[in-house]
C-alpha cells in the first residue's frame, strides 16, 4: 500500500507564505514524476507544478516566479515553497506521485488526499 500525506495548509493573508510537504510511504520501489495540482470551490482540479526524477520543474503560468517545487528523494518527499500568495490561489491542494512499487510493477499515479489553503485579501 502507497499513502501521501499533504501537510502545510492553512490561512494566509495575501503577501504571505506557506510550504506544503508531502511524504510517500508504503511499499515503494522508485518514484518518477512527482507534482502538485489545486483546486478551487467550484472548479476542477488544475495543475500547479511537477518535478521529474532528474530534477527539472515545470509550473503553471500563474504561479511562475512565486512557487516553488523541490524533493528529497531520501525521503520520498515533495515539497512546495508559496511565496507573495494571492486570493486566487485558494484552494485545496494535492499532491501526486508516479510510482513503481516493486520490480515488475507497472507505474502509476499515487493522489494525497489533499491540504486546504486559504488566502485572505
Known amino acids: 500500500q502507497v499513502q501521501l500525506v499533504e501537510s502545510g495548509g492553512g490561512l494566509v493573508q495575501a503577501g504571505g507564505s506557506l510550504r506544503l510537504s508531502c511524504p510517500a510511504s508504503g511499499s515503494i520501489l522508485s518514484i518518477n514524476a512527482v507534482g502538485w495540482y489545486r483546486q478551487a470551490p467550484g472548479k476542477q482540479r488544475e495543475f500547479v507544478a511537477t518535478?521529474?526524477?532528474?530534477?527539472?520543474?515545470y509550473y503553471a503560468e500563474s504561479v511562475k516566479g512565486r512557487f516553488t517545487i523541490s524533493r528529497d528523494n531520501g525521503k520520498n518527499t515533495v515539497y512546495l515553497q508559496m511565496n507573495s500568495l494571492k486570493p486566487e490561489d485558494t484552494g485545496i491542494y494535492y499532491c501526486n506521485a508516479e510510482i513503481k512499487r516493486y520490480w515488475g510493477d507497472n507505474q502509476a499515479p499515487y493522489w494525497g488526499q489533499g491540504t486546504q489553503v486559504t488566502v485572505s485579501s
Open positions: 518535478i521529474t526524477s532528474g530534477g527539472s520543474s
